[in-house]
Structures are given as C-alpha cells and as structure tokens.
C-alpha cells in the first residue's frame, strides 16, 4: 500500500512514497517431543501420519541401544530397529500446539486392524524449545556414551594385562620347577622321595616333645661323661 502526502503546491510526484510495515509470513516452528515411540515405527511413518495435521519440519527418532537390540535378538525376539523418543517440528507453533493437546493420551487410530491402530501417542508440546537445543543434547549425550566407552575400554585392558601377567609367572614358576626336577633326575635322587624323606623328619622332631627331647640330649651328654671316665681308669 502507498500512501501519497500532498502538500499545497506540491505535485504528486515530487511526494516520497511510504511503504506500510505488513505482518511477517507464516509464524515460528513449533516442536513436539515423543516420549514412546510404537514399536518398529520409523521416521518415514511419524512423517506421514503428522503430515495430516500440518507443515512437518524436521524430524529425529533417537535409536534404541544396540546392546538392547543385540540381548532382544539372542533372546529369540524381533531384530528390527526400534526407537526409543522422538521429536518433531512443525512449522507453525499454533499447529504444534494443538497437535500435541489432541493426540497425545489417544490410539493412533486408523484403518481398523492396521499394525499401529491400538498404539497410543504420548507427547507434548515444549514451550521455547529450538532445534538447536536438541542437537546440543544429541552432542553432548554422544560425548558422555563415548566416555563410557573409553572407561569400559581401559578397565577390559587392566584385567587383561592381570591376567597376561599372571600367565607369564604361572609359566616361570612351572619352568622353574621342570628345571629342578631335571637336575635332580640327572643326579639320581628322586624328587619326590627325597621331598617325601624331608617331611617325614621334619614331622618326627616335630612330634617330639620337649621332654623326649631334652632326655635326648642328656643321654648324649652322660655317654660322653661316661666314655671319658672309663678312659680314664683304664690309661691307669
């Protein structure tokens, strides 16, 4: 629209035109966030159920763990992708809005017997949320995941290094044990009898009281007291 100002005198095309401020287009996008997500529903599918309702933007399906996936499939269960949350933009607010008040608590609905008609929809709308928001919480949950990992990685090197250490002494004390016994072959002394001999003499003076013990020492010491008096008399 053009408004022209016409003064007395002035001709209207000397007049400056002046253009009138006009809305802007369209309004802010709006994002949905999806606690659940029904089983094995892929992107594709949010994206076109949405798409009923208004302009869809962009869309992200946050991936179950694959350790889940990997212990479901051993288990005899489905090995398909499922997600675990999800969130999607539309591109006007007001339509988030509403698509989140009217679906959320409700079944998916649909043609009767379809794999999705009894699933029910559990979102809201987040209020001041921006995309960017969401990409710097993929981040930084990537970042911790990878921290973990790390953590996992240097505690499965420490037991395996205890482990490998504890091999190589079990090796050199059997290596060590294997050499002795080959010398003692080799000087004709039986490892194990002579092993065996050792116990057994340590075990009798150890069964020995201190009594029997002292007696034997005396003995000792009275037959040498004895054997030097008879030497005595009889080099007389």
């Given amino acids: 629209a053009v408004v022209s100002l016409l003064c007395l005198g002035e001709k209207e095309s000397d007049v ?3 253009k009138l401020p006009t809305k802007k287009s369209g309004s802010k996008p709006g994002i949905i966030y999806m606690s659940s997500i029904p089983p094995y529903m892929k992107p ?19 991936p179950e763990d694959t350790e889940i996936r990997k212990k479901r499939k051993l288990g ?49 709308y987040l209020p001041k949320f921006k995309w960017s928001n969401l990409t710097e ?22 037991e395996t290094n205890f482990f490998l250490e504890q091999m190589d002494k079990n090796k050199q004390i059997t290596a060590i044990k294997r050499k002795r016994e080959e ?24 069964s020995r009281g201190p009594k029997q ?20 008399v009889f080099t007389q």
């Fill in 16 to 18: 400056p035109e002046t």
């Fill in 44 to 62: 594709n599918k949010v994206r076109n159920i949405m798409s009923q309702y208004g302009v869809v933007g962009k869309i992200y399906l946050q």
């Fill in 76 to 124: 005899g269960g489905s090995g398909k992708k499922k997600f675990t949350e999800g969130w999607v933009e539309f591109k006007k607010k007001r339509i988030a809005i509403a698509v989140a008040q009217s679906l959320n608590g409700n079944i998916i609905g649909g043609k009767k017997g379809s794999y999705y008609h009894d699933d029910i929809w559990v979102m809201k």
């Fill in 137 to 158: 919480k993929l981040a930084y949950d990537s970042a911790v995941r990878k921290k973990k990992l790390q953590q996992e990685m240097t505690q499965v090197k420490k």
């Fill in 183 to 206: 010398r003692q072959s080799a000087s004709g002394t039986d490892p194990k009898l002579e092993s065996s001999d050792v116990h057994s003499e340590s075990s009798e003076n150890s």
């Fill in 213 to 232: 013990r002292k007696l034997a020492q005396s003995s000792v010491v009275n037959g040498n007291i004895c054997t030097s008096v008879l030497s005595s």
